[in-house]
């Protein structure tokens, strides 16, 4: 069991961080970053139960709301960055660039923490099948990171 979360919460959280990041900055989910989506997609091909779904779906609205200052908190600092185009100051640039970095660093926190505790109800079987897309998500991204690169 110690070599799966070996290999899957180093990817989570990598994935994690590069979602909040890229979401953060731009202060709109991307199409690819749906929740309901994800959530769908995983319940169907885990075969989640009835009470897991439940669970799962409880676990995700505790997160997101003790998010939501957070990410209110995001679009006010993207806001006033987006003002210093025109009138840069750079103490308060700094002091907004670490309070970001500050709610960045909780939000992937929360994020890691509810996959942890998603990934505790889940049977071994389904352990192996999550950790087999996590995988296959991981080929896609670095394809697109590949893309990018070159």
């Not at 959280?13 to 900055?25: E, H, I, P, R, Y």
């Not at 939501?68 to 025109?86: F, N, P, S, T």
């Not at 640039?93 to 990934?119: C, F, K, N, P, W």
């Amino acid at each position: 069991m110690s070599y799966l979360w070996f290999r899957l919460i180093p990817g989570t959280v990598f994935m994690s961080v590069l979602l909040l990041s890229a979401g953060a900055w731009s202060m709109g989910p991307s199409p690819e970053h749906n929740v309901d989506k994800i959530l769908s997609h995983m319940s169907h091909e885990l075969e989640l139960s009835y009470g897991q779904e439940m669970k799962v779906d409880a676990l995700v609205a505790e997160s997101k709301e003790a998010g939501a200052a957070d990410i209110a908190r995001l679009g006010e600092i993207r806001e006033q960055m987006k003002v210093m185009r025109v009138d840069f100051d750079a103490g308060t640039a700094q002091r907004l660039a670490d309070e970001l970095g500050e709610i960045t660093a909780r939000m992937s926190y929360r994020m890691v923490s509810t996959h942890a505790d998603i990934y505790q109800l889940l049977s071994p079987e389904q352990r192996e099948e999550l950790t087999a897309m996590s995988e296959k998500r991981d080929q896609r991204m670095e394809k697109r990171w590949a893309r990018h690169r070159d």
